[in-house]
Each structure stands twice: as structure tokens, then as C-alpha cells.
């Protein structure tokens, strides 16, 4: 990566099972990780990613990590099912009715 953006960048040690997750990430790299953990576990993750992306955001999973058939697309557009890149929708309220863009 360009030191552009490596400067910009903030890793950190993080307990997907017990510690809060932060919001406001533009983009959240999950790479090979949820193989480990089972389904209720790797719906629980994905929604919590999905509150921690800011809208538009990007979610980026590896290649092992089979949870594309559990991805809710309300909420996750794929973007690029090769490199297994998602988007957050976001959900708009207008006239009462929710809209996903």
C-alpha cells in the first residue's frame, strides 16, 4: 500500500467474541477469520460489522470464509463476489417507508 494511506491506518488487537466493536470504519477487512466460528457466531459478526461500517461503507472477507450465503443483501450489496468485497446499503427513511439504496 502506498504510505498515503498505510499513515492513515490504525491496526489494533481486537476479540471478535467478547470486546465491543467501534463504529464510524469506512472500509473493514476480515480476512480468513470466520472459518473458525459457526453459523449463529458468523451472523452475529455480520451484523456487528454492519453497525461499525459508516453507509457506503466496504466489508472485505477472505476466501475461506463462507458466510456469502449468510449475508443479509438488505444490508450488504456485493460488490465484487471474486474478491469477496461488500458495500453497506444504506436504508433511508422516506414517507414512512424504508427504502435501500
Given at each position: 500500500?502506498?504510505?498515503?494511506?498505510?499513515?492513515?491506518?490504525?491496526?489494533?488487537?481486537?476479540?471478535?467474541?467478547?470486546?465491543?466493536?467501534?463504529t464510524?470504519?469506512?472500509?473493514?477487512?476480515?480476512?480468513?477469520?470466520?472459518?473458525?466460528?459457526?453459523?449463529?457466531?458468523?451472523?452475529?459478526?455480520?451484523?456487528?460489522?454492519?453497525?461499525?461500517?459508516?453507509?457506503?461503507?466496504?466489508?472485505?472477507?477472505?476466501f475461506?470464509?463462507?458466510?456469502?450465503?449468510?449475508?443479509?443483501?438488505?444490508?450488504l450489496?456485493?460488490?465484487?463476489?471474486?474478491?469477496?468485497?461488500?458495500?453497506?446499503?444504506?436504508?433511508?427513511?422516506?414517507?414512512?417507508?424504508?427504502?435501500?439504496?
Open positions: 500500500m502506498k504510505s498515503e494511506l498505510v499513515d492513515h491506518v490504525e491496526f489494533k488487537y481486537h476479540n471478535l467474541i467478547t470486546d465491543r466493536f467501534p464510524g470504519f469506512d472500509i473493514i477487512f476480515c480476512r480468513n477469520v470466520m472459518i473458525y466460528f459457526d453459523a449463529t457466531a458468523k451472523r452475529r459478526l455480520l451484523d456487528q460489522f454492519y453497525d461499525s461500517l459508516k453507509p457506503g461503507g466496504y466489508f472485505i472477507i477472505g475461506y470464509d463462507a458466510v456469502t450465503n449468510l449475508v443479509d443483501d438488505a444490508k450489496e456485493l460488490i465484487d463476489p471474486t474478491a469477496r468485497i461488500f458495500r453497506k446499503r444504506e436504508i433511508v427513511n422516506s414517507n414512512d417507508d424504508l427504502a435501500v439504496t
